[in-house]
């Protein structure tokens, strides 16, 4: 890899697809320690393929327009993408059997689990959050947002959103806004919450911030182009699509080490949709448009 520049701190369906050449929101450099500029790539992490499966191998596919899979989670054995093209979730067997559909009345782009049997979808042309359960395969109510809806992810009994890629609304699961998160930078695009801390993407940098918005570090590369999901482990590490580059790339929990984890080479064409499952130490990695999708066993060591 490239230069890349840990910087450490104490509306539109056609903007997700095609990105936003806006530039960003950069903090006062003079604040960061220059000793921390440039560090050492000796984090290691490694990956073991264990299943890759097409989730466009159903019967009834011939009579759908291409797939466009923007994001995905693994709940238990089951995993579940969202399909924008065919405003639909596709839900399968970890092993890539039983590959069902949820169809739906919007375009869904982003979603996070709420528990084994429901998650939570936004639409981002319709300003609408669907909860939707996977077991019954219904939609069991409807978020009306404020703004448009981009990233999402639940954590501690509420949703975090972001609206309008300017702020996070934080919600409880009927949609009423408890408060308000200041985003580090403007064109936030994919968000992701766990334990005290809050980890967001634009296209081109990663940014750590505290649960009340305070940014605690900012990752960024010269080969960062189109971001696109972004996931945890249950250490803290961070992992993001690139869909320019065709790559995952992991940093690790405090922001001064990463490493290039998977590529073209692993199958890898327009990846979008990422999720780390804590409990079993697999990520799934889903591409754009080919129907494919990958799961990796995940092996952490810090050198």
Known sequence: ???????????????ELLGNSTGENEPNKEAFDEDQAYVKNN??????????????????EMYMSNTCNTSCIKTGNTLVFTDCDNNRLIICNSDGSDIDHIPLSYQPYFITEIDSNTVAV???????ILI??????????????SG?????????????????????????????????????SDFIRDITVDRDRLVCITRTSIYCCSLDGKLMWKFKMDEFQDLRRVTTDDEGNVYVTDESTHTVVVVSDDGKHHRELLTKSDGLNEPNGIYYDKKENILLVCNDSDGNAFLFDVIKKLT
Request: proline fraction near 2%; charge should be neutral.
């Open 43 to 60: 984090f290691s992490v490694s990956v073991n393929l264990r299943k890759q499966l097409n989730i466009k191998q159903s019967t009834n």
């Open 148 to 184: 448009v809806c981009y990233g999402i992810s639940y954590n501690d009994n509420n949703l975090y959103v972001v609206i309008d890629r300017s702020i996070i609304h934080v919600m409880d699961l009927t949609g009423k806004v408890i408060r308000t998160i200041p985003v580090p």
């Open 1 to 15: 890899m490239g230069n890349h520049n840990t910087e450490l701190l104490g509306n539109s369906i056609q903007e």
């Open 122 to 128: 936004s639409c981002i042309d319709d300003n609408t």
């Open 132 to 145: 939707i359960n996977i077991s019954t395969r219904s939609v069991t109510s409807t978020i009306n947002t």
